[in-house]
């Protein structure tokens, strides 16, 4: 049974960095697409960044300035690098997971959360200004 542990969340100020981390059991990273997505508070869900199978990344909007995505197959964690972050960071960050056999061939639709399988319970960002 595929089980994901997001953590690394917190409370920072504004400018600062967070670097978050989604564990995974029952599952291979290798095997697997990867996203991290996050809901701000009264907002939907959405996508933030996403890595392929074999680690091509791709992001939501212009995140790639301050937002890095990377995983390490061999310990089985996703990681989302956080940097300069605006209070408009603040939101439930979630990691998620997709086999890679069905991962979408357009790299830009694994940041639409419909697509993954497998999610984690969130860790909490809060950014004050």
């Known amino acids: 049974q595929v089980q994901l542990v997001e953590s690394g969340g917190g409370s920072v100020q504004a400018g600062g960095s967070l670097r978050l981390s989604c564990a995974a059991s029952?599952?291979?990273?290798?095997?697997?697409?990867m996203g991290w997505f996050r809901q701000p508070p009264g907002k939907e869900r959405e996508g933030v960044a996403a890595?392929?199978?074999?680690?091509?990344?791709h992001y939501a909007d212009s995140k790639e300035e301050r937002f890095s995505i990377s995983k390490d197959n061999a310990k089985n964690t996703l990681y989302l690098q956080m940097n300069s972050l605006k209070p408009e960071d603040t939101a439930m960050y979630y990691c998620?997971?997709?086999?890679?056999?069905?991962?979408?061939?357009?790299?830009?639709?694994?940041?639409?959360?419909?697509?993954?399988?497998?999610w984690g319970q969130g860790t909490q960002v809060t950014v004050s200004s």
């Open positions: 890595i392929d199978h074999d680690g091509t990344t």
């Open positions: 029952g599952m291979t990273y290798s095997s697997f697409c």
């Open positions: 998620a997971a997709v086999p890679s056999s069905f991962c979408p061939s357009m790299g830009w639709v694994l940041l639409q959360a419909s697509n993954y399988w497998y």
